[in-house]
């Protein structure tokens, strides 16, 4: 009687608990799963799990797409039911781009122009198809260029898992920038997921990659951008012996270089010159156990070799690229160089201006002429000039380039010039107050440009200050902050970012002022080549998982609603785009742009219950199974 009343009890609760999920799930979660790569890399359709054999990253190669633009087709690569491992090529594996051997290094060759050139404005390499060898599709590493990953075998991975909440807009209108879910106006039994772009009654625009709301730019809080931004570069996947490789953050060479960047598994240290900085000579005692040796292995050198001058010592960031593009790089040959064996040399890539004595080319010179152009010369010095030329036009522009999209047919890359860095930062032997003697105090900064202007966030340890200044102009700062004191002993997590033509700064998360607004009426330039350096002065610190993020740039897809001129929402209407902007199919290219308040569903809110492929081997029977996979599972802003 007992067991048989627990039995029933047992029996009650599963039926009460279904009962529960079944009507939950009726009026207020529903689960979606996303098929295409639209809203990638914040969300993920039918993708595979790609890791670079070059550099080591993780990335996704999507397989299936929007019909979006002109000649997409809806998928993408193949379905792999193989290993899952990811080989280069051996006989694609450099595309013929190294440095050569006997090329000599960057800090031997001087400074060069980087022209500006007409084709700055949104296209800045032509289209290419992927590569394809005998056993499937190549993928193109997004960390590291690697351009041969066979995937072919690549086991296809299931797309994102999504709870809606379907009574979210009940309690409120979306905002901007907010995920949603509602019904394709043109074919109601799909269901899409996309970003909200354009609110009731607005005048919607897209223009050089950013959203305008009559007239005025529609910009991002740093959350909204942290939720939306895309990896350009990690600097903790570094390619190992990879003679075509030449790593993007770069020590500036200068006269303070006897006091210049390390670069240390993981980053990059900073060690001042005692003369410099008495104080930041060596780390406390305390800290010694976790400073970088190079920061404790000081001589007494460093007072012979100091700079005399308070000159900070630059980390540049510069986006080298393995091939293509479609920047200009110039040379300027000194006119005491014979250059007749130059002047004969006008064949395309490179071409030799006599009436300027500029040498030029388009794109990243490839090996193979470089190679050719050198033998064509009989002139040493002539030789060096090709060299520098070969260097400096493997430095691009950070372009809006998916690794997600891997497959012909898309969009050329266009420039971008809206990024942020993220990296950890730790100053060494500090000691807050004033200076003795009246010892400068030193400083770490961040330099960011967009095209229109320079912004430079300069931290004073010791002090505590935080300082935000423009366009080099460093007595009259724009932006005042400051540094708890216990972040001058321990790591911080440091983010800025110039993004909507606003200046955003933080630290471990938290904004250190509120952001600086850049007008609207600020000439754009050409977009930077050196968009960002890091520079130190007068004290010891370490830099750390160095990482550089582009926000999402909007393309023109089908060119049909608020492409060449504002397009009117109605009072219940909204306008929808995909993070994806190059394959997204969305409020850009729908014969209507304007999604209609009635047919959103709801507001998507975490992914759940993600997976990756994996394999289960019985004697000789291999079988694929769905592996729970947790870190991918995460809120949606």
Request: charged share 20%; net charge negative; proline share 8%.
């Amino acid at each position: 009687m007992f067991r048989g009343s627990l039995l029933r009890q047992l029996c009650d609760a599963v039926v009460v608990l279904a009962v529960s999920v079944i009507m939950f799930r009726s009026f207020q979660v529903e689960g979606y799963m996303i098929s295409t790569g639209s809203m990638a890399p914040s969300l993920f359709g039918y993708h595979k799990r790609v890791v670079c054999p070059t550099c080591g990253i993780l990335f996704a190669a999507g397989v299936s797409f929007d019909d979006s633009v002109p000649g997409s087709s809806h998928t993408g690569l193949g379905e792999g039911h193989g290993t899952a491992l990811a080989q280069v090529l051996p006989a694609q594996s450099g595309h013929g781009l190294s440095k050569p051997a006997s090329a000599g290094t960057s800090d031997e060759i001087p400074p060069v122009e980087f022209a500006a050139d007409a084709s700055d404005g949104p296209t800045v390499s032509a289209p290419a198809a992927v590569p394809h060898s005998p056993d499937g599709p190549l993928a193109v590493c997004p960390n590291c260029g690697q351009a041969s990953i066979a995937i072919g075998d690549v086991i296809r991975n299931q797309g994102d898992q999504l709870l809606v909440h379907k009574n979210a807009w009940l309690l409120r209108p979306p905002r901007r920038w907010e995920v949603v879910v509602f019904r394709n106006p043109q074919k109601a039994t799909e269901a899409y997921v996309k970003r909200v772009a354009g609110l009731p009654g607005e005048k919607i625009q897209v223009r050089e990659g950013d959203v305008y709301a009559d007239g005025q730019l529609c910009r991002k809080s740093l959350e909204t951008q942290r939720a939306m931004r895309i990896l350009v570069h990690d600097q903790r996947f570094q390619p190992q012996d990879d003679p075509q490789w030449l790593p993007r953050w770069y020590p500036e060479p200068g006269p303070a270089s006897a006091s210049s960047w390390q670069e240390t598994h993981g980053g990059f240290v900073y060690s001042a010159p005692r003369q410099l900085h008495p104080l930041a000579a060596r780390p406390a005692p305390s800290e010694e156990a976790d400073a970088p040796a190079s920061l404790i292995e000081r001589t007494e050198a460093d007072l012979s070799t100091s700079a005399p001058a308070m000159a900070p010592a630059w980390l540049d960031y510069r986006h080298w690229i393995r091939a293509g593009g479609n920047h200009s790089t110039r040379v300027h040959v000194a006119s005491d160089i014979d250059d007749a064996s130059l002047i004969e040399l006008n064949l395309l890539p490179a071409r030799y201006d006599p009436s300027t004595r500029q040498l030029e080319c388009r794109g990243a010179l490839p090996v193979e002429w470089y190679n050719r152009l050198v033998n064509a010369v009989d002139s040493d010095r002539a030789a060096d000039a090709i060299e520098r030329l070969y260097d400096d036009s493997h430095v691009g522009l950070v372009t809006d380039e998916y690794g997600y999209n891997q497959r012909s047919g898309s969009s050329s890359p266009r420039a971008v010039r809206d990024l942020m860095l993220v990296t950890e930062v730790q100053f060494y032997d500090v000691q807050t107050g004033s200076q003795p003697n009246g010892s400068p105090s030193g400083s770490f900064r961040v330099q960011m440009n967009d095209g229109r202007l320079t912004a430079e966030a300069e931290i004073r340890p010791a002090s505590g200050e935080i300082l935000l200044t423009l366009n080099g102009d460093r007595e009259v700062p724009v932006r005042t902050g400051r540094l708890p004191v216990e972040l001058s002993r321990r790591p911080f997590l440091l983010e800025m970012s110039m993004i909507d033509r606003q200046v955003h700064l933080a630290i471990d998360g938290e904004e250190v002022f509120t952001p600086w607004i850049i007008s609207q009426t600020v000439p754009t330039g050409s977009v930077p080549r050196l968009p960002v350096r890091l520079g130190a002065v007068g004290l010891n610190l370490s830099v750390r998982n160095l990482q550089l993020y582009r926000d999402v740039h909007y393309t023109e897809g089908r060119a049909i609603n608020a492409i060449h001129q504002p397009y009117q929402l109605g009072p219940a209407e909204y306008f929808m785009l995909g993070d994806n902007s190059p394959v997204s199919s969305d409020s850009r290219s729908w014969p209507v742009g304007a999604v209609p308040a009635e047919l959103l569903l709801g507001k998507p809110f975490v992914v759940h219950l993600p997976s990756r492929p994996g394999r289960i081997h019985l004697g000789r029977r291999s079988l694929t199974v769905r592996i729970p996979d947790f870190s991918r599972m995460h809120y949606i802003h």
